[in-house]
């Protein structure tokens, strides 16, 4: 519908104290906008993407990067999979984390790396609900 058009779905790749000890949150897309520390780096939110002030840019959900949540893979063998993350494997040294996942549809358990995971809703998938294709 219309609204669908109106939403982003974004990751956020860090964040940035600004003077004043405002949060700055730094997307995977370029965009910036004002957060809290409530929201961390690999979590997700559902932006607003008006063109009149409080509007543009506003968040309207967010996904946290966490055990239990729902996530896309968005690269990779298992690229478009939905599923709810298992486990966060920690790495020693340069190469990514892994992540275990469960896909939604088969119940197959399969690994990945953190790049490649973009949260897309909590305990279920939340992309219908705000009206996000994908």
Do not use: C
């Amino acid at each position: 519908d219309g609204d669908g058009a109106k939403l982003r779905l974004a990751k956020i790749r860090n964040k940035t104290t600004l003077p004043r000890g405002i949060v700055q949150l730094n997307l995977l897309f370029g965009a910036n906008v004002i957060g809290d520390n409530t929201y961390r780096p690999k979590d997700s939110i559902v932006l607003t993407l008006g063109v009149d002030g409080d509007e543009r840019f506003g968040i309207r959900d967010h996904f946290p990067y966490a055990v239990g949540n729902t996530a896309m893979v968005v690269g990779g063998q298992h690229s478009g999979r939905v599923a709810r993350i298992i486990e966060v494997i920690p790495v020693q040294g340069s190469v990514p984390n892994r992540v275990s996942l469960e896909d939604l549809a088969t119940k197959e358990i399969f690994e990945t790396i953190e790049p490649y995971i973009f949260m897309v809703g909590k305990e279920e998938p939340a992309l219908e609900i705000w009206g996000i294709t994908v």
